[in-house]
């Protein structure tokens, strides 16, 4: 039987995660530079945060990445996933019965350009994003992305400086009964930050 779950709709993005450094212990203004205490902080300083985590509906994740003429730091954010029916699914590829009992997840990911040099030829940003199905990775769609509605081609961005943001869209094949699905976006070699999306 054919699954058809509604787009799902999400607020903007209000809230920025925040980082919050450890700081190192101390006693009050007359402690001892050469104390214990000290001599460690200074040997094991107080790690950097750790990337990766799940994130609440609208918050954004802030990474780096390396870009053609320098590191850009962005603001990353899963909007919406839209989730198809199994027609739909068949329409799409080349192969229909390879894709019996999945749809097409369409993951809604707003990238906002917050520092570094301004972009002349294109992005990598959206490297970083995956979609999970309860858990396990969807197969992802090439060339799909490009015609859903709201969604853009990095490739055709060839202008991006500061304070501007682009919606890039990646498409996945998932189970039709999938529970939920999961946005998954990562710098290079970190961990994913995570936005959860019910499929009901």
């Known amino acids: 039987m054919p699954h058809h779950t509604t787009a799902l709709r999400l607020v903007a993005p209000v809230a920025v995660l925040a980082l919050t450094l450890t700081a190192c212990g101390g006693g009050g203004d007359t402690a001892d530079a050469k104390s214990p205490e000290t001599e460690k902080a200074k ?17 954004s994740a802030t990474g780096k990445v390396a870009e053609e003429p320098g590191e850009v730091t962005y603001d990353v954010v899963a909007q919406k996933v839209d989730v198809g029916t199994e027609a739909e699914a068949a329409k799409v590829v080349s192969e229909p019965g390879k894709v019996k009992g999945k749809v ?28 999970f199905a309860d858990g396990q990775r969807g197969s992802v769609l090439i060339g799909a992305s490009e015609d859903a509605a709201g969604c853009e081609d990095p490739y055709d961005v060839e202008s991006w400086k500061q304070g501007e943001s682009h919606v890039f869209c990646e498409t996945y094949v998932i189970p039709a009964n999938a529970k939920s699905v999961e946005v998954h ?16």
Not at 113 to 125: E, M, Q, R, Y
Not at 190 to 198: I, R, S
């Open 104 to 131: 097409l997840a369409v993951a809604h990911v707003k990238y906002t350009h917050k520092s570094g040099p301004a972009l002349t030829d294109g992005s990598d940003v959206h490297d970083g994003t995956t979609v």
């Open 185 to 200: 976006w990562s710098e290079e070699d970190g961990e994913p930050y995570v936005w959860k999306f019910p499929n009901a």
């Open 43 to 59: 040997v094991f300083p107080s790690p950097e945060p750790a990337s990766g985590g799940e994130l609440e509906t609208g918050e």
